[in-house]
C-alpha cells in the first residue's frame, strides 16, 4: 500500500458528494490523463428510480486525482493513465486503475474513435 491514499480518496469523495443534489445510490468520478491534458467525468443514479444523471463534483476532486498520481510517481509505482473511484451512499467505495493503453509516462493514447463511442455510451446512459 503506498502511503497517502486515503486522504485523497476522501477528498475525491468528498467532492461528490458535497455536489450530488438530490437522494442517490451510486457515483462515480473518473480521471483520464492525455500526453496533452485530462479529463473528469461524473455521474451518479437516483436513489428513486436508479436513472443515471450527470453532475459537477465540487472543487477539489479533480486535484485530488492529480495528486494520486503524483504520489504514485514519487513512490515509483506505475502511472496510471485512468482512474475510477465508485462511491455508494453508504459510504462504500471502490477505485480502480487503468493502465491499459498508457504510454511510457503512464498517460493514456487519445484514440479519437474510442473517446466518441465512450462519449456516445455516457449520452445514451444519461439521456435514458
Known amino acids: 500500500m503506498i ?3 486515503e486522504p485523497l480518496f476522501q477528498q ?3 467532492s461528490m458528494m458535497l455536489a450530488i443534489p438530490e437522494e442517490w445510490a451510486t457515483a462515480r468520478f473518473e480521471a483520464i490523463f492525455f500526453p496533452d491534458g485530462s479529463t473528469y467525468e461524473a455521474e451518479y443514479t437516483r436513489g428513486t428510480d ?3 444523471r450527470s453532475f459537477q463534483p465540487a472543487s477539489g476532486g479533480s486535484h485530488a486525482f ?3 498520481r503524483e504520489v504514485f510517481r514519487a513512490s515509483g509505482k ?3 493513465g485512468r482512474a475510477c473511484l465508485e462511491l455508494n451512499s453508504d459510504g462504500s ?4 486503475w ?3 493503453n498508457c504510454d511510457e509516462n503512464g498517460d493514456s493514447h487519445f484514440n479519437e474513435e474510442q473517446e466518441l463511442r465512450r462519449h456516445q455510451e455516457r449520452h445514451k446512459r444519461l439521456s435514458s
Not at 467505495?93 to 480502480?96: A, E, H, R, S
Open 78 to 80: 506505475p502511472l496510471w
Open 93 to 96: 467505495f471502490n477505485m480502480t
Open 3 to 5: 502511503d497517502g491514499l
Open 66 to 68: 492529480r495528486q494520486l
Open 98 to 100: 487503468g493502465y491499459d
Open 50 to 52: 436508479k436513472r443515471a
Open 12 to 14: 475525491i469523495a468528498d
